[in-house]
């Protein structure tokens, strides 16, 4: 008698156990609507407050890395008109959209005679080269192979200055090359709303 009414609590357990199951997982909900709400909301405020700092960020990057590359570029042909100890031209303008190199040949006249070396095209470049302004009205300037100073006749202390500025125009940088030949980076704070950290502020020639 006793196994049988066992047997009888046990099969009676196991029936209940499936709606026991059931009853005990019906009390527990997933998210609520105002839960959701909420978690959007939180969401919303963090984007809304990270979004600004970072855009500034990539804009930063934008034309940090132009100008580095620009810089890269002109050094690159100071080095080569030293390893080649032949006279390098340096050619930069915004209606090309690039810079270019030559190796100069000995006949001046000869244009045919001078040796294409390396081209920076500006579309590649993350930042917008706005303006490129050179102190002689040669519109370039050419290295001297002895000791990769440039040429005698630019002699002003900026012979060239390459303005580029990220996408939104927050960040401005200059790239300046000297008349000794020495690359440098300026941040224009005449062009854009903030300074690049780690540059200094370009000098603005007072007029008069």
Not at 23 to 29: A, R
Request: with cysteine; net charge negative.
């Amino acid at each position: 008698h006793m196994l049988l009414e066992t047997e009888m609590t046990i099969s009676e357990r196991l029936r209940r156990d499936p709606q026991k199951g059931k009853k005990e997982f019906s009390k527990h909900h997933g998210f609520s609507v105002i839960e959701l709400m909420i978690a959007v909301a939180v969401i919303a405020i963090i984007t809304s407050l990270a979004l600004p700092s970072y855009r500034s960020l990539i804009e930063k990057r934008q034309v940090t890395s132009g100008a580095e590359q620009v810089s890269a570029f002109l050094s690159a042909a100071q080095t080569e008109a030293i390893k080649r100890n032949q006279e390098v031209s340096i050619v930069c303008a915004v209606d090309t959209g690039q810079c270019e190199a030559w190796a100069l040949g000995k006949d001046v006249d000869a244009d045919d005679d001078d040796e294409s070396l390396r081209t920076l095209q500006f579309v590649n470049l993350k930042a917008d080269v706005v303006a490129v302004d050179y102190e002689s009205d040669d519109l370039q300037v050419v290295f001297d192979p002895v000791r990769g100073m440039l040429k005698q006749e630019y002699i002003a202390p900026a012979p060239i200055e390459i303005q580029l500025s990220s996408a939104q125009g927050e960040y401005a940088l200059n790239v300046i090359m000297l008349a000794t030949g020495r690359v440098s980076m300026c941040s224009d704070g005449e062009r854009a709303s903030k300074p690049v950290p780690g540059y200094d502020l370009c000098q603005v020639e007072e007029e008069g």
